[in-house]
Nanobody
């Protein structure tokens, strides 16, 4: 089992940057594929980015491609989401998620473990 704790959210102006972190507990972090999702008020949770357990393979939602970068440090048991050129429509609670597996996964239902979320607000 793994516990996930997100951090790094906050208030930023449009065009700015934030880096989210998700720290995991447990000794088997390197066996988990990781993902970032977000949920805006009144909307369903949506996929943002995912990374394979090795960190070699990544995937992004079209809405963030070219602006966001997912990465991981297995030694530190942490996954990151670097967010650049932020837009007001990026405002949401951001969640990291984990599941056992080799590659990346795009659907929230495929993940077994979730963090509590961190709020990102982008002002115009």
């Amino acid at each position: 089992q793994v516990q996930l704790v997100e951090s790094g959210g906050g208030l930023v102006q449009a065009g700015g940057s934030l880096r989210l972190s998700c720290a995991a507990s447990g000794r088997t972090f390197s066996t988990y594929a990781m993902g970032w999702f977000r949920q805006a008020p009144g909307k369903e949770r949506e996929f943002v980015a995912a990374i394979s357990r090795s960190g070699v393979v990544t995937n992004y939602a079209d809405s963030v491609k070219g602006r966001f970068t997912i990465s991981r440090d297995n030694a530190k048991k942490t996954v990151y989401l670097q967010m650049n050129s932020l837009k007001p429509e990026d405002t949401a609670v951001y969640y990291c998620a984990a599941r056992g597996g080799t590659y990346y996964y795009l659907e929230s239902g495929e993940y077994d473990y979730w963090g509590q979320g961190t709020q990102v607000i982008v002002s115009s």
